[in-house]
């Protein structure tokens, strides 16, 4: 379980940092062109990664509650950390994409572990009298 916890928070937490510099759209697009052209897709893109990484955070203080969220947490990872290569080797994205999958693929290794590790539900304080 403290795995898990860790894990978790330190997804969440670092997920943030990665995140959230997304919504300086016209930073990021002077380092990366070009300019997007459909902001609907890109911000609500954004806003569904940084709900995700809220919720590795909850997941991170209640694992053995969360355990279940685990599972689409790791859909999360998996979808990112599969596309990509899938991408690259039909020449679609640049090089530079595929040490983003591989650390989505590191941390979905690492959820993978931290769900077989977590029980599912914590053992019994005590006897109610």
Do not use: H
Request: charge should be neutral; charged fraction near 15%; glycine fraction near 6%.
């Amino acid at each position: 379980m403290r795995l898990a916890k860790w894990v978790f928070l330190l997804a969440g937490f670092s997920g943030v940092l990665m995140i959230a510099p997304l919504y300086y759209e016209d930073q990021f697009f002077d380092d990366y062109p070009p300019a997007i052209n459909r902001p609907e897709f890109y911000y609500g893109f954004v806003g569904l990664c940084m709900a995700w990484q809220f919720m590795f955070i909850v997941i991170g203080f209640d694992p053995v509650r969360y355990r279940m969220a685990m599972l689409p947490a790791m859909l999360e990872k998996g979808s990112f950390a599969i596309a990509v290569p899938i991408l690259y080797a039909f020449g679609r994205v640049p090089a530079i994409w595929l040490g983003f999958a591989s650390m989505d693929a590191t941390w979905l290794a690492l959820f993978v572990v931290a769900y077989l590790w977590t029980p599912k539900e914590l053992p019994p304080v005590g006897k109610a009298m």
